[in-house]
């Protein structure tokens, strides 16, 4: 909490939970009445085992430290922020809803005080909180970049019948400091299932990854649940489904959610539930399972649902889960690939420390048709290359003997910049690349890598498209658009409608940037479900390799080592397998806990599958 400001008032309760049991009571310091507040910033991240409890208003408190313990309190660990609402009177705590929203401030937020018209009668106070936006966390918990000028007013008015300075006007939800913010909430995927995308093999679903912000020591496991449970984020929904009957809820008498000492989470839900089918259940839990895997210490690693009469409905442990769904973070693929000094499609083995690559079975690999990039299937039987001018694609299979047949997109550019991009293939076998081409521009689909070309709808799209990287769940994509010499990494929602002209309706809508403080994208790749590894520049910066989630935020831990001339990046969603790169010294990777090691010094276009 904040440490800003000389003689301001702390009090803290601190808790730690993980077994200990013990309650520590911090220090109380007294803090003036009046004068101009400094900006609340938090204190360095605390602790994952301990709570933080703002206590509640010292008897006969001043207006500025009224203002300044409301606004410490909103970054406590108290579940319904009732410390926080005995700074203010009965009307306005009625009136205040915290969920609404939680704005997230690069610092602060500052207070200054203002005069209100009534100043002489001596019975109301006026503070303006300030500060530099970052960041907004909905009702739905989504996250969204954010920036400019914040300003909001707090007013405060002397009690008659207590005679306490209290806030009876304030802004709704909750406004707090970046490094407060990192300390009281965690980043959890909640999973969907793709809609108008075919089941895979044997049936599985592709589940898609919606990240959201919950606050990490207010019981997660609970509010994650309930997140999942009121389906999709707004940005999201247009493409995903919910297995789980609308109106689906947490059974009214369950309070609190957690795994018993076998990782075991028992979800007891409404009557909304009560009549699902085993098929239904099952990937009821599986979404569940996948959402709450990571949420916990030692992880969720069974899940039951029960009925609003406490009866069972179905149990699921991971390995049945994988039966039904899959998602990025769940394959493994075999190899990792590139394009060798012979401008073959070659190959080693994921993860392994071979730096032999041997070139790939098929026509891509034995160099007859030179190329400059590559794309493998996610089930890598087939390929996709650009020839070396960048003009045409071909499609190949990854089996011994199979013939290469003419190109299945050409473009018309004029120079190698002005033509094709590195290709990427969905979860579901469809393959995506975008001509540069200035008088054509297009963003192209070919199903299942065949027939013809279907152009892609992008009416969002203010640019031209230098790279594509379609994600495993094939209802996400993400994408470098150029524009007036500046490159930004962008993600669109893809929509399929019915087939017009004998084709499918493919659109790109909703596009976003997810780094816009970066002016320069050089490279990027999908790395997680829901997040990716990019590499680019600030203005006048040096560059940078950094991992970005698909709503713009930050995840928690350290970014990549560092690496000087990055030109290409290749990530798995299978966040257990290294980084690949092409830079000045060759083809290099990265391994979880390593430093960059050299594999081959000629090649380019590192890819995994995808």
């Known amino acids: 909490m904040g440490a800003e400001g000389g003689g301001r008032r702390r009090a803290l309760l601190r808790g730690a939970y993980a077994g200990l049991g013990a309650v520590l009571l911090a220090a109380c310091a007294s803090m003036p009445d009046s004068g101009d507040l400094q900006g609340?910033?938090?204190t360095p991240r605390q602790d994952a085992q301990v709570r933080v409890f703002a206590m509640p208003p010292?008897?006969?408190?001043?207006?500025?430290?009224?203002v300044q313990g409301f606004l410490e309190a909103l970054t406590s660990d108290d579940p319904q922020y009732e410390t926080a609402r005995k700074y203010l009177t009965a009307a306005a705590s009625r009136g205040w809803d915290p969920d609404v929203s939680t704005t997230v401030l690069s610092d602060g937020p500052n207070t200054v005080p203002e005069h209100p018209r009534s100043r002489e009668a001596g019975?109301?106070?006026?503070?303006?909180?300030t500060g530099t936006k970052l960041a907004r966390v909905d009702e739905q918990h989504a996250y969204t970049p954010d920036s400019g000028a914040y300003s909001a007013t707090v007013h405060l008015t002397l009690v008659k019948k207590t005679g306490q300075w209290r806030i009876d006007t304030l802004p709704q939800g909750v406004v707090m400091g970046r490094s407060d913010f990192q300390r009281n909430y965690v980043s959890v995927n909640k999973y969907y299932y793709a809609a108008n995308v075919p089941a895979g093999e044997g049936g599985q679903l592709s589940a898609v990854a919606d990240p959201v912000y919950v606050r990490s020591k207010v019981d997660p496991v609970t509010s994650t649940v309930r997140a999942l449970l009121k389906g999709p984020t707004r940005w999201l929904d247009p493409v995903a489904t919910s297995s789980f009957p609308s109106g689906t809820a947490l059974r009214k008498d369950v309070t609190s959610l957690s795994p018993d000492d076998q990782n075991k989470l028992t979800v007891p839900l409404n009557d909304k539930a009560d009549r699902v089918g085993a098929t239904q259940c099952g990937r009821m839990a599986a979404q569940l399972l996948f959402t709450l895997q990571d949420l916990t210490p030692t992880g969720v690693s069974q899940v039951e649902l029960r009925g609003s009469k406490g009866t069972?409905?179905?149990?699921?442990?991971?390995d049945r889960a994988k039966v039904i769904a899959t998602h990025g973070t769940g394959r493994r693929p075999e190899y990792e690939y590139f394009i060798d000094g012979r401008q073959r499609l070659v190959r080693l083995p994921s993860g392994?420390?071979?730096k032999q690559p041997q070139p790939v079975p098929g026509p891509l690999g034995e160099g007859e048709k030179p190329l400059r990039a590559a794309a493998v299937s996610r089930d890598e039987e087939t390929a996709a290359g650009v020839s070396a001018d960048g003009q045409y694609l071909y499609v190949g299979s990854l089996a011994a003997g199979a013939p290469l047949g003419n190109a299945v997109v050409i473009s018309g550019g004029a120079s190698k910049q002005d033509r094709l991009t590195t290709p990427s293939w969905d979860g579901g076998g469809d393959l995506w690349v975008a001509d540069r081409?200035?008088?054509?521009?297009?963003?192209?689909?070919?199903?299942?890598?065949?027939?013809?070309?279907?152009?892609?709808?992008?009416?969002?799209?203010?640019?031209?498209?230098?790279?594509?990287?379609v994600a495993a769940d094939g209802v996400r994509i993400a994408l470098i658009v150029e524009k007036d010499g500046k490159t930004s990494l962008q993600i669109g929602r893809i929509e399929r409608a019915g087939e017009r002209g004998g084709q499918p309706a493919v659109s790109i809508l909703e596009l976003h940037s997810v780094t816009p403080q970066l002016e320069e994208v050089k490279a990027m790749s999908w790395a997680g479900d829901s997040r990716l590894v990019v590499v680019g520049s600030e203005a006048g910066g040096v560059q940078q390799i950094r991992y970005v989630q698909v709503d713009g935020s930050t995840p928690v831990g350290n970014p990549p080592a560092s690496l000087t001339g990055v030109k290409q990046i290749a990530a798995s969603e299978?966040?257990?397998?290294?980084?690949?790169?092409?830079?000045?010294?060759?083809?290099?990777?990265?391994?979880s806990g390593a430093q960059w090691q050299k594999v081959v010094k000629e090649g380019t276009e590192p890819v995994y599958p995808g």
């Open 40 to 42: 609340v910033e938090s």
């Open 58 to 66: 010292r008897e006969n408190a001043g207006p500025a430290e009224i």
């Open 123 to 129: 019975d109301d106070y006026m503070y303006a909180l």
């Open 312 to 318: 069972k409905l179905c149990s699921l442990n991971e």
């Open 352 to 354: 392994s420390a071979s």
């Open 437 to 469: 081409d200035p008088r054509r521009p297009r963003l192209v689909m070919l199903q299942q890598g065949a027939g013809t070309p279907v152009e892609v709808r992008t009416p969002g799209l203010d640019g031209r498209i230098d790279a594509v990287r």
């Open 574 to 591: 299978d966040e257990r397998l290294p980084l690949v790169a092409y830079s000045e010294d060759g083809i290099v990777r990265l391994s």
